[in-house]
């Protein structure tokens, strides 16, 4: 498998996360700066038992990407062709009419759809953002340290704690609601059908602001939409502190199954089963408390969001203080850049330009705290307008692994180094020109500063060519490429004669590309390997008196695998004949032949002799004996009488 779900007890040391910015007022409807339109733009629902990964290749094998996944009933993304297993795809908002007539996932799919297209057509609101400054760090989670070695294992893939380390590649996100049901504490909020589709909606929207950053992140988000079952628990979290998450977080994670120490350890062992299931690079969970009726839509200790660095969770309010429930896209994506490592950058949060972050370990050089290098418009630094407009500073970038520093359109954390490991060959006993290569490659990672060094990317093609040939598909040995390290073979068709150079090309998921010669092989006709002929030129010498010379020559088959079948002669280019073998019969490994060729019967000039043998295996010699004659012109001389006149 790809990914790695090592199951451990560790310190996550210190995780933290700062509440942003706050709007004035929550009344308007927040703008998220989503993917830009674009007429490819597509909700694609699904037929029941579609298959989902099938529909995806296809997307993609068209020139299509996929951003959103509602598994299993629908996809959102970039679709230029239709796929022929879509149940409906739709490119402008799904009408009322549509609308009732889809039930379950398919509806809530659509009805984000709906909020995204309307997001992008809506007109910016003014409003005036005014920021909360009463901003504390969470609690490091309650488990015991242990060093990195003990939970790095021997893999280059993520393990088990490794869930966002770059914001790269294919995200599990879960989203779960809790319920109070009134059994420990009174109950004061009910999620409603509106405000649990408003949730969904805004996530996916703080989500496609992400994907819209950076192309080249290649984004795709997989959700485990717990938006439609809220999940009971006797605790009301909105009146309660954030510090006491662990109470309801523990009850919630225990009724979906997942029974670890700590909530941090249940909540990475349901982010690993998302990754594990819908076979994703990362993964993060996002629990949003229900605030309706709370007068300040703040927990009781004044906190309304606050998110891990580098994950496993963050949890927000509905409404998010003054932020209002239409702005909890802006929170979210705020909060989902802490999930990657990057840093808070507003004043009150005091995080100091040289802190370092992220896989890249990249400095907080766009902090207001202090005299930093960059003062940029950033979403890490809160508020509502970078999200409406769409800012991220170089900075934050770099701290979720968005830096490219070769130009090659491959983002440092992917822009692996691909390597061959090993690599051997052998011929064939009867077929010397055809060579079978076994190796393997291996993808290695870009190296952290900071981190364990990590590989999301994958082999996907192994390639081969020789000298003059083309690249052709070698083979998986374990029938599919589809891991960071793999073992491959090919068979070559019959290879011609020369020294030739055995090429390898490897690429990966991410468009890295190994170019690299395996072996220089001298390669010689597979036939002159087994097979032999001799031909020499006897003096030439007159026959019966003529003045015409014959040319005699002395042959000789010889077969290293069988005997000798037959022998030929030819003279230039006309047509092979045969001839009788000096002992009488073509049955040993080694046969003497004679033949005489009458000049007489040839132009003058120049002429090429040819001879060649053919075994009992079917074998004929493909490189024949050769010798070349030269037929003098002949010249006569008349004597005439001579005849004197008399006078």
């Keep these: 498998m790809k990914k790695q779900g ?53 997307v993609e094998l068209t020139g299509g990407c996929v951003t959103h996944i509602f598994p299993p009933a629908a996809l959102i993304g970039n679709v230029p062709v239709a796929p022929d297993d879509a149940r409906a795809v739709y490119r402008q908002a799904v009408n009322e009419a549509a609308l009732v007539t889809l039930t379950g996932k398919a509806r809530r799919a659509a009805q984000v759809w709906n909020q995204l297209l309307a997001s992008e057509s809506s007109s910016i609101a003014a409003r005036i953002d005014t920021e909360i400054v009463n901003d504390a760090l969470a609690p490091p989670p309650p488990e015991r340290t242990l060093s990195l070695a003990s939970v790095s294992g021997s893999a280059q893939t993520p393990n088990y704690y490794e869930t966002s380390e770059y914001f790269i590649g294919r995200v599990a996100v879960g989203i779960v609601l809790p319920e109070s049901d009134g059994s420990a504490d009174s ?51 909105i009146s309660r502190p954030a510090s006491d998450q662990s109470l309801w977080i523990t009850e919630i994670m225990e009724k979906k199954g997942y029974t670890g120490p700590s909530h941090f350890g249940q909540v990475r062992d349901y982010n690993n089963a998302l990754r594990e299931a819908y076979d994703t690079d990362w993964a993060f969970t996002i629990f949003v408390v229900d605030s309706s009726n709370d007068g300040d839509n703040r ?77 940029a418009p950033s979403i890490m630094r809160g508020h509502t307008p970078p999200y409406r407009n769409g800012d991220i500073d170089a900075y934050a970038r770099g701290q979720i692994g968005w830096r490219d520093s070769d130009g090659d359109g491959i983002l440092d954390p992917v822009d692996t180094t691909l390597n061959v490991i090993s690599s051997d060959y ?63 073979t090919f068979t070559t068709p019959p290879l011609p004669t020369g020294d030739l150079d055995i090429d390898l090309r490897v690429v990966d998921s991410a468009g890295n590309e190994l170019i690299q010669t395996l072996a220089t092989i001298p390669m010689v006709d597979p036939v002159d390997a087994i097979l032999d002929t001799t031909l020499t030129q006897a003096a030439q010498q007159a026959a019966g008196g003529e003045e015409q010379p014959h040319v005699t020559y002395n042959g000789q088959g010889i077969s290293t695998i069988s005997y000798i079948a037959g022998a030929y002669y030819r003279i230039d280019d006309g047509p092979w004949q045969p001839l009788a073998a000096s002992d009488g019969a073509f049955d040993e490994p080694q046969e003497d032949f004679t033949f005489t060729i009458d000049l007489a019967t040839l132009n003058p000039g120049l002429h090429q002799i040819q001879a060649r043998s053919m075994d009992g295996a079917g074998n004929t010699e493909t490189s024949p004996a050769g010798d070349s004659i030269f037929v003098q012109l002949q010249t006569h001389s008349v004597f005439l009488p001579l005849v004197l006149a008399n006078k």
Aim: hydrophobic share 40%; proline share 5%; charged share 15%.
């Design 299 to 375: 927990f009781a200790d004044h906190h309304f969001a606050y998110a891990y660095l580098g994950g496993p969770f963050f949890v927000m309010t509905y409404g998010n203080s003054t932020y209002g429930p239409n702005n909890m896209d802006a929170v979210a994506a705020h909060e989902t850049g802490h999930i990657f490592f990057a840093l808070d950058q507003y004043y009150s949060a005091h995080q100091p330009c040289t802190r370092q972050a992220g896989y890249l370990g990249v400095e907080n050089q766009n902090s207001e705290y202090g005299g930093c290098a960059s003062d």
């Design 426 to 488: 052998v011929t064939a006993t009867e077929q010397p020109n055809v060579l079978t290569f076994t190796g393997s490659v291996r993808d290695d990672p870009f190296p952290s500063p900071l981190r364990r060094d990590t590989v999301i990317n994958t082999i996907e093609q192994v390639q081969y060519r020789w000298t003059g040939g083309k690249w052709t598909d070698a083979q998986p040995a374990d029938g599919a490429f589809d891991t960071y390290t793999e073992a491959f």
């Design 187 to 237: 109950s004061t909020e009910d999620w409603n059908a509106d405000e649990r589709a408003l949730v969904l909606s805004e996530i996916t929207a703080a989500l496609d602001w992400w994907a819209a950053l950076e192309p080249n992140a290649h984004l795709t988000f997989v959700y485990d939409d717990g938006t439609a079952a809220p999940i009971a628990t006797g605790y009301e979290p």
């Design 6 to 58: 090592l199951r451990l007890t560790i310190t996550m040391g210190l995780v933290v996360s700062l509440l942003i910015g706050s709007s004035a007022h929550s009344s308007q409807i927040s703008i998220a700066r989503a993917a830009e339109p674009s007429s490819n733009r597509a909700l694609i629902l699904l037929a029941p038992g579609a298959d989902l990964n099938s529909t995806i290749k296809t």
